[in-house]
């Protein structure tokens, strides 16, 4: 089975502090996103890529910066969070063939931003 | 555990009864759908998917509906188990462009 990990459960942060959420899978997946999932507004998209050193911007990707140095690894970098920020965050991947054909998700990381 | 949606429209069956979860999808374009289930806690799961050249599709225990005259999609679970309580998201894309993921349903299931 696919696995997606993403280094923490819960995270608290104060405002204006660099926050990192990193990700890694482990099926050598391509393609790989970062999500963010708020009551009544469902998943929305932040970023993805599709390679290594690639990256693409989602819907909502201001205020957020990726990094996907390594296949497997795919960081989402707060550059200076803010309260609107607070937010569960998922991180999902896919092969390469059928870019948006069945996302594995990881468990999600709740950020708490004060 | 954290809670995916304050105000999610809600279905409660009881155990071992047949669940259906609607979604009405938005672009008629659309030629990719799935449906992925999300417990408490949990990232979403993937749990079955579509083309818009079918109009059924079935898995263990689950079956998938479109009906593009009305641009709708169903998820039906049958004999539901209390372990099939979760969050239920219909998702959609158009020529490989990005999801678009609805915003749930909250399905119960009582003893």
């Known amino acids: 089975d696919v696995k997606v990990t993403q280094s923490s459960r819960y995270l608290v942060k104060r405002t204006g502090e660099k926050v990192f959420l990193e990700c890694v899978q482990d099926?050598?997946?391509?393609?790989m996103f970062w999500y963010r999932q708020d009551p009544g507004l469902g998943l929305r998209l932040i970023y993805f890529s599709y390679d290594v050193k690639m990256k693409e911007k989602g819907d909502i990707p201001e205020g957020y910066s990726v990094s996907r140095e390594k296949k497997e690894r795919f960081s989402l970098i707060l550059e200076s969070a803010s309260t609107n920020q607070t937010s569960m965050y998922l991180c999902a991947s896919s092969r390469g063939q059928g870019l948006w054909e069945k996302l594995f998700f990881g468990s999600g990381t709740q950020l708490s931003v004060l | 555990g954290e809670s995916v949606g304050l105000h999610l429209p809600t279905l409660s069956v009881q155990e071992g009864d047949n669940s259906i979860i609607n979604c009405a999808y938005s672009?008629?374009?659309?030629?990719?759908f799935i449906w992925y289930k999300q417990e408490s806690g949990k990232g979403p799961q993937f749990i079955i998917d579509?083309?818009?050249?079918?109009d059924k599709r079935q898995g263990q225990r689950v079956t998938v509906l479109l009906n593009k005259t009305v641009k709708h999609l169903s998820l039906q679970i049958a004999a539901t188990q209390p372990g099939d309580s979760a969050v239920y998201f219909c998702?959609?894309?158009?020529?490989?462009?990005?999801?678009?993921f609805g915003t749930g349903t909250r399905l119960q299931v009582f003893p």
């Open positions: 099926m050598d997946h391509e393609n």
């Open positions: 998702a959609e894309t158009y020529n490989t462009d990005k999801l678009i």
């Open positions: 579509i083309r818009s050249n079918m």
């Open positions: 672009n008629s374009a659309s030629d990719y």
